[in-house]
């Protein structure tokens, strides 16, 4: 789909100013066009989609999926980069038995404000958007997209979807979601075998929330999500994933568990005990045995970055 820039709090464009942020004469409201979001993911040097989101290929897209990607496989990589921030726990998860993985579409709404919204469907009208609301960025949505909705935690009145719109996500993007907000019909949307994560349910809809950014950053829970992150959740919480690091996560998950095989096929002999075998084999035919089962050049001494996806410590 054709980027457009929404006339909205966070994307509103009376001025587009010489470092491609879209301002308004006040100053005040701001948004990331298509020429600037590239300079604020400046690590990812691939494809992106017209509207400056990282396009992270299909082909490590799919690759995860077959792999069944683990959110500890690939935290411990994050974390050592310096991304510590990207994990997001204590959910309500839908279909708790699908791993949820794609690339964030993000939504932004905040509490309604009558001047406000008013002047926002003002511009939206001039730009023939149509009325702001919850569909406007529905139907921008296409394969493999994860709508990540920042709804505040709103529950009674911030119910994102229902039934229908759900299945409509469902049926575009093949995914699922993430809403710091609502949903209602879970029983049908469960049976439709949906992932989601959402803060709760009420069977009212969605009133008193504006809808303010359509792929700009938001936060959920304690991270902040750009748009194009890859999206990794599972029956305990939610990874987001800088999309410049999606292809080195698979590589390292793929020699862990590696690793992985060769430390329990060791156990399995019952010859060994763990401390001469796991973090760093003591014995020096055993790890050039394991360096050669697992690719590597070396391995870090136990309880430097021993762990799984690099993280030190008892795994």
């Known amino acids: 789909m054709p980027y457009r820039t929404l006339p909205t709090v966070a994307l509103v464009a009376t001025v587009v100013a010489a470092s491609g942020l879209a301002v308004t004469l006040a100053g005040q409201t701001f948004g990331v066009t298509p020429t600037a979001l590239p300079r604020y993911t400046p690590q990812y040097p691939n494809e992106r989609f017209p509207d400056g989101r ?10 995860m ?20 921030n990207q994990y997001s726990a204590d959910w309500k998860v839908l279909v708790p038995s699908k791993r949820l993985i794609g690339r964030a579409f ?22 023939k958007v149509g009325r702001l609301r919850n569909q406007t960025a529905i139907d921008m949505l296409q394969k493999d997209d ?17 039934d229908k719109l759900a299945y409509y996500v469902q049926k575009t993007t093949g995914t699922g979601m993430v809403v710091d907000g609502a949903l209602f019909y879970l029983q049908r949307l469960a049976a439709a075998g949906m992932p989601a994560y959402y803060r709760g349910t009420h069977p009212g809809a ?13 936060r959920i829970g304690d991270v902040t999500v750009m748009p194009g992150d890859i999206v990794l959740g599972d029956r305990d919480g939610i990874l987001f994933i800088p999309p410049h690091l999606a292809e080195e996560i698979v590589a390292s ?16 002999l019952g010859k060994y005990k763990s401390g001469e075998i796991y973090g760093r084999p003591t014995d020096p035919a055993l790890l050039k045995e394991f360096l050669e089962y697992t690719g590597q050049t ?15 410590g008892a795994q």
Not at 54 to 63: E, G, Q, R, S
Not at 72 to 78: F, K, P, T
Not at 146 to 162: E, H, K, M, W
Not at 298 to 312: I, K, N, Q
Request: hydrophobic fraction near 35%.
């Open 106 to 127: 993000t939504v932004q709404f905040m509490p309604t404000r009558p001047d406000l919204a008013e002047g926002l469907q003002k511009d939206a009208d001039a730009q």
């Open 54 to 63: 990282p396009k992270v290929a299909d082909a490590i897209l799919n690759t």
């Open 65 to 84: 999926r077959e792999m069944n990607l683990e959110i500890e496989e690939a935290y411990g990589v994050l974390n050592g980069k310096g991304y510590t």
């Open 298 to 312: 070396d391995t870090p001494a136990r309880g430097a970055g021993a762990g799984r996806g690099g993280r030190g």
């Open 206 to 218: 969605l009133t008193g929330a504006l809808l303010t950014g359509v792929n700009v950053p938001v």
């Open 253 to 268: 998950a793929k020699t862990q568990r590696l690793r992985d095989k060769w430390v329990k096929d060791k156990f399995d």
């Open 146 to 162: 994860v709508p990540v909705v920042d709804l505040y935690g709103r529950i009674a009145g911030g119910t994102f979807v229902g």
